[in-house]
Nanobody
Framework: QVQLVESGGGLVQPGGSLRLSCAAS????????MAWYRQAPGKLRALVAG???????NYSDSMKGRVTISRDKDKNTVYLEMNNLKPEDTAVYYC?????????WGQGTQVTVSS
């Protein structure tokens, strides 16, 4: 089992920045993919950014150029740096990993972009 705990969400003004963190614990050996998804009210959950264990990264078109995914191997933590946030980025952001083909989700952290 893998437990994921997100943090770093909150209220930010348009144009602002946030850094989300996702700390993994439990059976973390064997995690092969880490990603961030988001879900806005009334919309489907969608990929924001993903990273394979080998370092291949992909970003969604909606946030490309404004987000950076990274990880700290020693801390078993994956980060999402978000810049130039817009009101349409308001959503619950979820951490997602796979371990030996099995998916795990965090509980989500709310990001609200509003003046």
């Amino acid at each position: 089992q893998v437990q994921l705990v997100e943090s770093g969400g909150g209220l930010v003004q348009p144009g602002g920045s946030l850094r989300l963190s996702c700390a993994a614990s439990g059976s973390t050996f064997g995690i092969d993919y880490m990603a961030w998804y988001r879900q806005a009210p009334g919309k489907l959950r969608a990929l924001v950014a993903g990273m394979t264990i080998s370092g291949h990264i992909n970003y969604s078109d909606s946030m490309k150029g404004r987000v950076t995914i990274s990880r700290d191997k020693d801390k078993n933590t994956v980060y999402l740096e978000m810049n130039n946030l817009k009101p349409e980025d308001t959503a619950v952001y979820y951490c997602y990993v796979t371990r030996i083909g099995r998916p795990y989700w965090g509980q989500g952290t709310q990001v609200t972009v509003s003046s």
